[in-house]
């Protein structure tokens, strides 16, 4: 019998599955630096083919013993990533000294770089991104756990931030140009950005709830039509006067979100992050001790034993697509308040990178910020590179591609796992429940691709 | 001569649960043999194992004398065993002969084609040496399950099979079909095949086996042979020990109406009536029992009062008030506490520790909350409480409901819906996969709600357990209730008839409810109606 066998690869495959489900909280953080080094690993060799293949005068980097030239060094390209994220606390330099002639190689050494400050540029766009990724990766989370698929943060985001921006505009002439003023005016803008962002998913949520309208499609379809909508309300009413761009007026400098300590040019305000931090922790106690918070965490594990339990299943979804659409606002209105200053139409995809941002936090509230975090030392890292070496940005954007998809793989598999494959003791008839033919679900799962092949 | 089937010392596992426990089993040659066992007493894990679907944890499977070790069923089938399951695996748009040959097709032109004549042949010949009626050009959607069940057997023989393994092989049949089917077993027997098939019915292993093995709890109780024994030994096998459940009688009369359901309809999930105008009327201290083979409706009549499903007419009043528009959490509120049929779906998160499924269905309680707030200290001691008095095993709050046996999934439950403190207990299969001593507290714990004056509503396929804890005990066929009876006088026999949808013949029939009473009127098809207030 030399044939393949369905039945067993599909165990298999089964097995495996199961297995990444029933990893451990620990398991998880390790897996993941695993494959962050992984995926360093192999973007070594991409850089190294590339290097290969492309054509430059000099060499960057010469590969010992053979003497052969790539055009772009890889160690270079990910000591700039991660340096540069962080706007380059490190050098390399290679003492003489402790380096004996019969290695091949020259040891780099990393060095503090003297005057290095933490309120930096660069540093202040790896955290701004993070910021907002906060955000948004919590309101996808929070649909998640809700058991709902909200691909509508970018739109809910787009119709908070130009709700921010427009409330926050008209209302400026009426409050103080001071700093109390400027904190009102904030609250306001927030508050408008949440409004707007819970509107726009409630949409979806009592489209589902109440005419089983499916919240992947209807989300994906109202991004289509919040980013159009409001680029013609802006470019038709609310464009600013002699403005290039499609854009609304500028928001006073006293009501946007500034920096304490990070240079203004950074776009990025502690304050912002703290928001968001808050909301981080004010999340995470709603879902684990509040007993809302319980009923929609059961709605999206065992919507039936939701149902068993007296929680109103469309009422949650309803909930828990507002409370995801009004983060994604609230993620709107920071990117209003902090970054721009006012609605325009080149928003960011911080609403997709949202979803990824939260298979990679286990969709768990407090997993978020590290997601977020590496993100955002992605996008300030690839901008480094992009600055300090000659690889080319779509490169950066194949390694950046690469680490995700290698650390965000784990989580994926294990929610596939926990939602395609049965739990053994539930399938289990001896487990003393099944009805007239215990445990024909198993037997039938299992057996089918067996008997195919036979 | 060694035996065709030697299962020697099978243990199998499953997280938080031993299947089977040491089992062994010996089946001659050219013999049907009956695996016997109530639900969930490890007889499909059994098979599976045989069969190659599961490997067991410990202990060896022997084929005509030979020690195997199979990985999949394809192993199982190249050595010679073949299974039919309760479920067929056909398919159904295409015909008989392409059903059996599946996999294994005779070929031609070197392997590019599949030779139908040669395969059409073989399935006459198969279908001719076994008496099998069938026509190998027939689609499988076009014939009865009898016949689709012989294309099954059908395509285990085209394998090579020697020894069958049939799982529950009358559950999809007609009676008629069922005589076919033993027919057939003794043609394959005749002809030197094993057989061996699961049930969970008496009358069918005596009736059709040679020998038979009860199994209970996972373990083999006993190896005997039909000609030696008798059904009530068998039965005793089966549960255990003399199931003589002592009665204890209402010892006050029953108080105040609690629940009353006036002529309720309900569809189940595919949109057909599931139950059709049932009334009942359940008093303070009165246990009011559902008889009746699952599937008559009883899911959707419970689902119903609880507030799952919305009945499509009729009504349900909780303590006089109609609960039409009430929701499920409201009608927690109001005290109906509630046993779900299905405990892994529906009565536990599975996935959540018992703290967290102590609270499930008072999660708005203000028992376990402060304002918005939920206090799972609260909830943890709560859970303990639970788990001490019922006898939880193992008692760690901190394990997910997954780990547990079923039994101790089932006797959590119970706890925490009896805790409640509810006007009305709503009781499915409240002792279902529980062990006997767990019984026997859950019975307890019901009779003493009752002598509380709580109103219960139990249902359960078990015979014995409603006819023991009831005072009033509806039976259920087809929607409808056929009888409501006084269970300390009515007779299994009369049971069975009335679960059959027919009425006993006798007036010896004491029918309790309120109209029927007095009026010996045989219920009609219509006795759904005619039972109610």
Not at chain 1, 343 to 364: K, Q, R
Not at chain 1, 400 to 427: H, T
Not at chain 2, 307 to 328: K, N, Q, W
Not at chain 2, 429 to 452: A, N, Y
Request: a negative charge; charged letters at 20%.
């Amino acid at each position: 019998m030399s044939r393949s066998r369905p039945g067993a690869i599909r165990s298999r495959v089964t097995s495996l599955l199961r297995r990444f489900a029933e990893i451990s909280g620990v398991d998880r953080v390790l897996i993941a630096l695993a494959a962050l080094g992984l995926s360093v690993l192999v973007g070594f060799f991409i850089v190294l083919g590339s290097g290969r293949v492309a054509e430059c005068s000099t060499a960057a980097w010469t590969m010992p013993i053979t003497g052969m030239g790539f055009c772009y060094d890889p160690f270079e390209v990910f000591f700039v990533l991660f340096n540069g994220a962080l706007g380059g606390p490190f050098y390399v330099w290679e003492p003489a000294i402790f380096n004996p002639e019969w290695l091949p190689i020259t040891l780099p050494w990393l060095g503090f770089m003297p005057g290095w400050s933490p309120f930096n540029n660069a540093f202040a766009l790896t955290m701004s991104e993070t910021t907002l990724l906060v955000f948004t990766g919590l309101s996808v989370a929070v649909a998640f756990r809700a058991g709902l698929f909200n691909i509508g943060t970018q739109g809910q985001l787009v119709v908070g931030a130009l709700l921010t921006a427009l409330v926050v505009v008209a209302l400026a002439p009426l409050f103080p140009a001071n700093r109390v003023g400027g904190v009102i005016l904030i609250a306001i803008g927030i508050l408008a950005g949440a409004v707007g962002g819970g509107v726009w998913g409630a949409i979806p949520g009592a489209l589902k709830a109440y005419a089983d309208a499916n919240e992947v499609i209807t989300t994906i379809m109202l991004n289509f039509i919040a980013a159009n909508v409001a680029y013609v309300l802006v470019l038709e009413v609310f464009r600013a006067e002699g403005s290039s761009v499609v854009a609304t007026a500028d928001v006073p400098e006293y009501a946007q979100i500034g920096p304490w300590l990070f240079p203004p040019t950074g776009d990025f305000a502690e304050a912002a992050l703290l928001i968001g931090f808050v909301s981080l922790v004010a999340l995470y106690l709603f879902l684990e001790h509040t007993s809302l918070g319980y009923d929609l965490r059961v709605s999206g594990i065992q919507p039936l034993a939701a149902e068993y339990s007296g929680v109103n299943a469309k009422l949650t979804t309803v909930r828990a697509m507002t409370l995801s659409g009004a983060l994604g606002g609230i993620g709107g209105s920071i990117w209003v308040l902090m970054s721009e200053g006012r609605w325009v139409e080149s928003i960011p995809d911080l609403g997709f990178d949202g979803i990824t941002v939260s298979i990679l936090a286990g969709n768990n509230p407090l997993g978020v910020l590290p997601a977020a975090a590496l993100f955002g030392v992605l996008k300030g890292g690839a901008l480094q590179v992009g600055f300090q070496t000659d690889v080319p940005p779509e490169l950066v954007g194949v390694l950046r591609g690469l680490i995700i998809l290698f650390v965000a793989m784990p989580e994926f598999f294990r929610l596939i796992g926990k939602r395609l494959v049965p739990d053994e003791s539930e399938v289990e008839p001896s487990s003393g429940d099944g009805n007239d033919g215990d445990g024909v679900g198993g037997t039938a799962a299992v057996d089918d691709g067996g008997e195919a092949s036979a | 001569m060694n035996p065709a089937v030697h299962l020697d010392g099978i243990t199998k596992r499953f997280p938080g649960v031993v299947a089977n426990d040491d089992v062994d089993l010996a089946v001659e040659r050219g013999s049907v043999h009956a695996l016997l066992g109530e639900n969930g007493a490890g007889k499909t894990t059994l098979m599976n194992v045989l069969y190659g679907l599961y490997r067991p944890t410990e202990g060896q499977v022997v084929i005509d004398g030979e020690p195997r070790s199979f990985n999949s069923p394809r192993d199982a089938i190249d050595a010679g065993v073949g299974m039919i399951h309760q479920h067929f695996m056909l398919v159904e748009p295409m015909r008989i002969w392409e059903n059996v040959v599946l996999g294994n097709e005779p070929t031609e032109w070197y392997g590019l084609r599949v030779d139908e004549e040669a395969a059409r042949e073989a399935v006459r010949d198969l279908s001719a040496r076994y008496g099998f009626d069938v026509d190998p050009d027939d689609r499988v959607e076009d014939v009865s399950v009898g016949v689709q069940q012989r294309v099954e057997i059908l395509k285990a023989l085209y394998r090579g099979a020697d020894i069958l393994i049939l799982d529950e092989p009358t559950a999809v049949l007609t009676p008629q079909e069922v005589e076919d089917l033993y027919d057939v077993f003794e043609e394959l027997t005749d002809q030197g095949k094993t057989i061996i098939f699961i049930s969970h019915k008496l009358s069918e292993a005596t009736h059709a086996a040679d020998e038979i093995t009860v199994l209970r709890n996972g373990k083999n109780v006993g190896t005997v042979a039909t000609d030696d024994v008798t059904s009530e030994e068998l039965a005793e096998m089966m549960v255990g020990r003399e199931v003589l459940m002592e009665r204890s009688g209402a010892t006050e009369p029953p108080g105040d109406v609690v629940l009353d359901v006036e002529g309720l309809v309900a569809e189940d999930d595919r949109g057909v009536e599931a139950v059709s105008g049932v009334s009942a009327q359940i008093r303070e201290g009165e246990v009011f029992g559902i008889a009746g083979v699952d599937g008559n409706g009883q899911s959707q009549l419970i689902e119903s009062i609880t507030g799952l499903r919305t009945p499509t007419a009729g009504s349900v009043s909780f303590h006089g008030e109609p609960l039409d528009d009430v929701s499920r959490r409201e009608r927690i509120d109001r005290g109906m506490a509630y046993i779900p049929e299905d405990r892994q779906a529906r009565g536990l998160v599975m996935e959540y520790d018992l703290t967290q499924n102590a609270v499930l269905g008072s999660q708005h309680d203000s028992a376990f909350t402060d304002g918005p707030r939920l206090d799972w200290d609260r909830a943890a001691s709560h859970a303990e409480s639970v788990i001490e008095q019922y006898d939880v095993r193992p008692p760690d709050r901190d394990a997910t409901a997954e780990s547990f046996s079923g039994g101790n999934q089932q006797k959590f439950i119970v706890g925490r819906e009896f805790e409640r403190d509810p006007d009305l207990v709503v009781a499915t299969h409240p002792t279902r996969g529980v062990d006997i001593g767990s019984t026997e507290f859950i019975h307890d714990r019901l009779t003493e709600l009752r002598s509380e004056g709580k109103a219960v509503l139990l249902v359960s396929s078990k015979l014995d357990e409603v006819q023991a804890l009831s005072d009033r005990l509806a039976v259920m066929h087809d929607g409808e209730f056929t009888g409501v009876v006084d269970p300390t006088t009515v007779t299994e026999e009369q049971l069975g008839l009335l679960m059959a949808g027919e009425t006993p013949d006798d007036d010896t029939v004491d029918y309790v409810d309120d109209i029927e009473s007095g009026d010996d009127s045989k219920p009609t098809e219509s006795a759904g109606e005619e039972v109610s207030a």
